[in-house]
């Protein structure tokens, strides 16, 4: 069941939540550190980074006048530019919205992944429409999954990934999940 972000941790030891995903490390405020999640072994690597339209994939830093992202996530890079308004946020429920705001031209950039921005693409017919800005700091991560309640479960997850990467790699690959 998708849930808000910003609510996401008070529900996970309120709500008897058992299991997150995606879950990963950086994004963790010092309350949910406290939380003793036992994380899995990465379930996909991933790029951290600035999305642009094709048009614009040399832009700079410093040409960036905008934002768009999932509500309750905060574009990390770009948080000092924010909060001095030299950088406009626009936050949305859906990564849908958040690519039409780039076609259209309403932000310049945003931070969702890749694979979900492609997805989206695909759906309306502008494949290749978005790449990465390699001239802005981007990074790698990895996508877990985590549990507060259950580390067995996740101990037997890194078993299946491990013995079965085959398999992971197939799946990965049926559904055009492309990693860095």
């Keep these: 069941m998708p849930l808000p972000v910003k609510r996401f941790d008070k529900w996970y030891l309120e709500h008897n939540i058992d299991f997150k995903f ?3 490390f950086r994004w963790r405020s010092d309350q949910s550190n406290k939380l003793g999640n036992t994380c899995s072994e990465p379930i996909i690597s991933l790029t951290a980074g600035t999305y642009v339209l094709r048009k614009s994939k040399d832009i700079d830093r410093r040409d960036v006048d905008s934002i768009v992202t999932i509500r309750g996530l905060h574009p990390t890079l770009l948080m000092r530019e924010i909060s001095k308004n030299k950088v406009t946020l626009y936050e949305e429920s859906t990564p849908l919205a958040i690519v039409r705001h ?4 309403n932000s310049i950039v ?6 979900v921005i492609n997805a989206n693409l695909i759906k309306l017919n502008k494949e290749g429409e978005v790449v990465l800005a390699e001239g802005i700091f981007h990074e790698q991560y990895s996508y877990h999954f985590s549990s507060i309640r259950y580390p067995e479960i996740i101990t037997k997850l890194n078993q299946f990934l491990t013995q079965n990467k085959a398999l992971v790699d197939e799946v990965k690959a049926k559904y055009y999940l492309s990693e860095p």
């Design 22 to 24: 995606p879950d990963n």
């Design 102 to 105: 780039l076609l259209t031209g």
């Design 110 to 115: 945003t931070n969702i992944d890749l694979n």
